[in-house]
């Protein structure tokens, strides 16, 4: 588990606990698990002191810094529906989906140890997205921009799908196209369909 507090962290300390948690995932996916703390603690600008006060272990900070990861993604869902027009705000929040996809993927070794040791890490975290993306194509149906029969669990399987085969940082332009490509069958009325079967 996290380590939990008694109250809301003051501003320094919590810029201090997101520059931890944003230094854990680089230096998680360049070295592997046996990334050195004091490295990402220098990474990060802080003291090993601080580091461990937030993050007594490697398992906890590396939970910690993944679930950081999906709260960063989910989140933003509202906020880009704030200050954004539906299918672009669904577009902008795909792209950050990839970056939690390419964050993830390089912690992969990280995350295989963490749930070998009997913490789940991905616990919630099929929900919560899930959520997400149904607040976003729910707008985007309701402004008529975004068809109204996909679901969130197609959208998932979709952005899966992209993740898998275009998730590494080198495949960026890749992936951009396969998400411009998959929102522009999103969109409202070009769903066609199919000839029957026997027709010329």
């Given amino acids: 588990m996290a380590r939990q507090t008694g109250g809301p962290l003051r501003a320094d300390a919590q810029r201090n606990r997101d520059k931890i948690l944003s230094a854990a995932v680089r230096v998680f996916a360049e070295e592997g698990l046996d990334a050195h703390l004091e490295r990402i603690a220098k990474e990060a600008g802080v003291g090993s ?116 085969a275009s998730g590494k940082p080198d495949q960026r332009e890749q992936a951009e196209r396969l998400l411009d490509l998959t929102l522009d069958g999103l969109s409202a009325g070009r769903r066609q369909a199919l000839p029957a079967a026997g027709c010329e």
């Fill in 49 to 164: 002191a601080t580091l461990y006060r937030n993050f007594p272990t490697r398992e906890i900070l590396i939970e910690a810094a993944y679930r950081n990861e999906l709260a960063k993604l989910c989140d933003s869902a509202p906020e880009l529906l704030a200050t954004m027009e539906p299918r672009d705000a669904l577009r902008a929040w795909m792209g950050r989906f990839i970056d939690y996809a390419t964050a993830k993927l390089g912690m992969a070794e990280a995350l295989r140890a963490l749930v070998a040791s009997g913490v789940n890490p991905y616990a919630q975290s099929h929900e919560m997205m899930l959520s997400a993306l149904d607040s976003l194509l729910s707008a985007g149906a309701g402004a008529g921009t975004v068809r109204s029969d996909i679901t969130a669990a197609d959208m998932f399987a979709a952005l899966t799908g992209i993740a898998l």
